[in-house]
């Protein structure tokens, strides 16, 4: 069973560029939420929402209503490509920070305008803690509890029983929760 419009994947898969515009205009919310969650900067999500949609035009034609939602299958090749980026920006660190001087250049994540600096920084303290999750436990929580899907929906786009997402995101809740309890608290005056 789909949830997008037939004629709306088929204009899609045949090129039809207001179709395709529909089509990004009413998940593109959704993908960019998911981008911004693994990447945790806007300008960065920004940039992997547009490679995953980039993806998904050139692979429209291997989804199949047989196998699931739209929506589902968007969300799994939008999680599997983000886990992917996140993998390959966290290798790129760790090779800048054995460089001092591409490590100096670096700006400081406290560096902006005072505006917004104590959401900010809740905001980084749940960003790193979430980063520091294990991925399997990470990707539930990003999903489920971020994303908005049910525990079937994570089970169809993980590819795992819906035992399994409920097991991980208690898991996941209670890890976060800990960490983030752990954190050390930042003052602001």
Not at 19 to 36: C, I, M, P, Q, T
Not at 77 to 89: C, E, G, L, S, T
Not at 118 to 130: S, T
Request: glycine share 6%; aromatic share 6%; proline share 5%.
């Amino acid at each position: 069973m789909s949830d997008i419009a037939p004629d709306l994947l088929r204009r899609c898969r045949e090129g039809d560029q207001a179709a395709w515009r529909d089509l990004v205009s009413e998940h593109g919310r959704k993908v960019f939420n998911l981008a911004y969650r693994f990447m945790g900067r806007a300008d960065e999500a920004e940039d992997v929402t547009q490679e995953i949609f980039v993806k998904v035009y050139r692979s429209l034609d291997r989804y199949r209503e047989s196998e699931g939602t739209f929506a589902a299958w968007l969300m799994t090749v939008a999680r599997n490509h983000a886990i992917d980026r996140y993998r390959r920006r966290r290798d790129d660190r760790v090779h800048v920070a054995d460089d001092p001087v591409a490590m100096a250049a670096v700006p400081s994540p406290e560096e902006g305008p005072l505006e917004g600096l104590e959401r900010e920084e809740r905001a980084q303290l749940v960003h790193r803690g979430l980063r520091s999750l294990p991925p399997a436990l990470r990707e539930t929580v990003v999903l489920c509890d971020l994303q908005g899907l049910s525990h079937e929906e994570a089970a169809s786009s993980l590819g795992i029983p819906v035992g399994t997402v409920k097991s991980r995101l208690n898991r996941g809740r209670l890890e976060l929760a800990r960490r983030l309890l752990a954190a050390p608290a930042r003052r602001t005056s």
